[in-house]
């Protein structure tokens, strides 16, 4: 009855453990350097492990040809690792494929590839595509899409997506709405500077409005200076504060 019972919790335990590509790596192995063939051996966490150490040590044997496969694994904690380290180590050989996973299914893929565009400077091809993420339904996303598109300096002079950034002005994420503001005032155009004001009024909290009011005073217009004067009769003290500080630093 006992070897039965044993053989039991044996074949139990058999059964319960993870079935993976490749063994623990012990501490006397966390420097070697593998080739790319013993790295497409290991299981998707030992990869990352070894990904991470590359970010620490840097690029040498076959790292470079290892970071290149991770771009396309299959598991997205490989890519986004790949991704990471290309933009720590700023290999812009990279760039090409960080440009493709902007079309990523995966959120955080698509985040880190936009990080890696806006650190390399992206091909201006890819202008529209990051134009198109700052709709992204995740706000990291969007966030990080309005920065990368002011990498772009013809985008700047064409103004092809301009309107596109001003009619999201509703935006309701605070950190996506500054960002919207910084870009509107990178453009120049002075035919967006009418509905920053307008939002100025139907701003919905005092920490917005007053992003909206640092933004306007960067573009010394007369319109700018009158709204702003007009606020230092608000009934936010903070909103005071802050319009009285801007007339004195840019008027």
Request: one cysteine or more; proline letters at 2%.
């Amino acid at each position: 009855m006992r070897s039965l019972l044993a053989f039991s919790l044996c074949a139990a335990s058999l059964l319960v453990a993870p079935a993976c590509r490749s063994v623990p790596v012990t501490n006397g192995e966390q420097n070697k350097r593998l080739t790319l063939e013993e790295f497409v051996l290991l299981d998707w966490q030992r990869q990352v492990e070894y990904l991470e150490q590359v970010a620490v040590r840097g690029t040498r044997g076959d790292d470079d040809r290892i970071i290149a496969h991770a771009l396309t694994d299959d598991d997205s904690g490989v890519i986004v690792k790949a991704l990471e380290i290309s933009h720590i180590l700023s290999l812009k050989e990279h760039l090409p494929r960080a440009e493709e996973l902007l079309q990523s299914n995966d959120a955080i893929i698509r985040w880190r590839a936009l990080l890696l565009v806006e650190k390399l400077n992206g091909n201006e091809a890819v202008l529209p595509q990051v134009a198109r993420l700052t709709g992204d339904k995740e706000w990291l996303v969007r966030e990080t899409a309005y920065r990368v598109l002011r990498t772009f300096s013809s985008e700047r002079k064409k103004r092809t997506f301009f309107y596109t950034v001003l009619f999201r002005l509703n935006e309701k994420n605070p950190s996506v709405v500054a960002e919207i503001y910084r870009t509107l005032v990178w453009y120049d155009d002075e035919s967006a500077w009418p509905y920053m004001i307008k939002r100025s009024y139907h701003c919905k909290s005092a920490s917005e409005l007053i992003l909206v009011m640092r933004e306007l005073a960067r573009t010394k217009t007369r319109e700018a200076q009158v709204r702003l004067k007009t606020l230092t009769r608000s009934q936010s003290v903070i909103v005071r504060q802050e319009a009285n500080d801007l007339l004195r630093e840019y008027f």
